[in-house]
């Protein structure tokens, strides 16, 4: 309780909510089989991303490549981002810029590329803090 009346609540103006774990799937290719974990986040039209989903696992096959399809867009966003990794702790940023909503991402047959880590979710734009003291006597 000391620590809230501190800080206060963070809000923002256009929350945008954890994704749901991603659709993956195999599509051909060249690539090698391979264990993949991925996650996924939604993009505001300001850029600022949400909480990413869980973590999913997918597996391809020699010759297939893996494709990963976000579900259950919310109405203010304005696209998404995907990790990956081929292991938990690996897991980072392979779409510089936001994949648009209903649009695939298909690894790229050379491999993943080493991003950012996935972040946390927004951050508070502001902070409301109430300080009640009671009066005695």
Same mark, same amino acid.
Do not use: C, H, N
């Given at each position: 309780?000391?620590?809230?009346? %501190?800080?206060?609540?963070?809000? @923002?103006? $256009?929350?945008?909510?954890? &994704?749901?774990?991603?659709?993956? *799937?195999?599509? +051909? =290719?060249?690539?090698?089989?391979?264990?993949?974990?991925?996650?996924?986040?939604?993009?505001?039209?300001?850029?600022?991303?949400?909480?990413?989903?869980?973590?999913?696992?997918?597996?391809?096959? %020699?010759?297939?490549?893996?494709? @990963?399809? $976000?579900?259950?867009?919310? &109405?203010?966003?304005?696209?998404? *981002?995907?990790? +990956? =990794?081929?292991?938990?702790?690996?897991?980072?940023?392979?779409?510089?810029?936001?994949?648009?909503?209903?649009?695939?991402?298909?690894?790229?047959?050379?491999?993943?590329?080493?991003?950012?880590?996935?972040?946390?979710?927004?951050?508070?734009?502001?902070?409301?803090?109430?300080?009640?003291?009671?009066?005695?006597?």
């Amino acid at each position: 309780a000391g620590m809230l009346r %501190e800080t206060g609540v963070g809000l @923002v103006s $256009a929350p945008i909510k954890k &994704a749901a774990e991603p659709l993956m *799937s195999a599509t +051909a =290719g060249s690539g090698a089989a391979r264990r993949y974990y991925i996650q996924v986040a939604w993009r505001g039209a300001s850029g600022v991303e949400g909480a990413p989903s869980e973590v999913g696992v997918f597996e391809t096959t %020699e010759g297939t490549l893996l494709e @990963v399809e $976000a579900m259950d867009p919310l &109405a203010s966003a304005a696209g998404w *981002s995907v990790y +990956a =990794g081929i292991t938990e702790d690996s897991i980072t940023l392979q779409s510089e810029t936001a994949i648009g909503l209903g649009q695939k991402w298909t690894a790229p047959e050379a491999g993943l590329i080493t991003g950012r880590k996935p972040g946390q979710g927004q951050e508070p734009e502001t902070y409301v803090t109430v300080d009640r003291t009671l009066q005695r006597g």
